[in-house]
T-cell receptor, first 113, second 114 residues
Framework: AQSVAQPEDQVKVAEGNPLTVKCTYSVSGNPYLFWYVQYPNRGLQFLLKYITGDNLVKGSYGFEAEFNKSQTSFHLKKPSALVSDSALYFCAVRDIRFQKLVFGTGTRLLVSP | GAGVSQSPSNKVTEKGKDVELRCDPISGHTALYWYRQRLGQGLEFLIYFQGNSAPDKSGLPSDRFSAERTGESVSTLTIQRTQQEDSAVYLC????????????FGPGTRLTVL
């Protein structure tokens, strides 16, 4: 069965500092991995995805994520956080054999001025 | 262009009543998904439609939940005899044919069952 774990309910960083939001996954086959962001009272927005190829994936708003097969991780990163990055971030995985996404429980990112 | 739209944005109902939630996918998107997001939890997959294929209903939590889709357009999620534990945000997403790896989400319907 597919599963995703986001071990941190909340991450706090100061503006200008680097940020990392952690995600680990479990699938029986090759994974498709995704990060989505949810701003207050809005739907989920796609940030980036890993399908194959380079382990470092670049996405929207300056975010990037690194796929690490040996550690089964797909952590979201940004070199310099902005206050406007404060939101709820979801990691998701899809086994290539199936169409549905399995989401983590989400990590709330708080960026202080 | 227009994104995925959902209606109503908020729905308050009494326990035992039936509710219908609507999703209008992005025009031309053949795949449509319903998810449920309970407070403080991740998204739970409910159901997936792809073109004329039989839907994947594996995520529907009980027989009180059902969904229909008219062709490759509007979908309706129906919850019969609502219970308080059905209170959640119901999210719809759609994908273009051949690109089901990326899903575009609507703003959701917040359902509150009193």
């Amino acid at each position: 069965a597919q599963s995703v774990a986001q071990p941190e309910d909340q991450v706090k960083v100061a503006e200008g500092n680097p940020l990392t939001v952690k995600c680990t996954y479990s699938v029986s086959g090759n994974p498709y991995l995704f990060w989505y962001v949810q701003y207050p009272n809005r739907g989920l927005q796609f940030l980036l995805k890993y399908i194959t190829g380079d382990n470092l994936v670049k996405g929207s708003y300056g975010f990037e994520a690194e796929f690490n097969k040996s550690q089964t991780s797909f952590h979201l990163k940004k070199p310099s956080a902005l206050v406007s990055d404060s939101a709820l971030y979801f990691c998701a995985v899809r086994d290539i054999r199936f169409q549905k996404l399995v989401f983590g429980t989400g990590t709330r990112l708080l960026v202080s001025p | 262009g227009a994104g995925v739209s959902q209606s109503p944005s908020n729905k308050v109902t009494e326990k035992g009543k039936d509710v219908e939630l609507r999703c209008d996918p992005i025009s031309g998107h053949t795949a449509l998904y319903w998810y449920r997001q309970r407070l403080g939890q991740g998204l739970e997959f409910l159901i997936y439609f792809q073109g004329n294929s039989a839907p994947d209903k594996s995520g529907l939590p009980s027989d009180r939940f059902s969904a229909e889709r008219t062709g490759e357009s509007v979908s309706t999620l129906t919850i019969q005899r609502t219970q308080q534990e059905d209170s959640a945000v119901y999210l719809c997403a759609s994908s273009p044919e051949g690109r089901t790896d990326t899903q575009y989400f609507g703003p959701g319907t917040r359902l509150t069952v009193l």
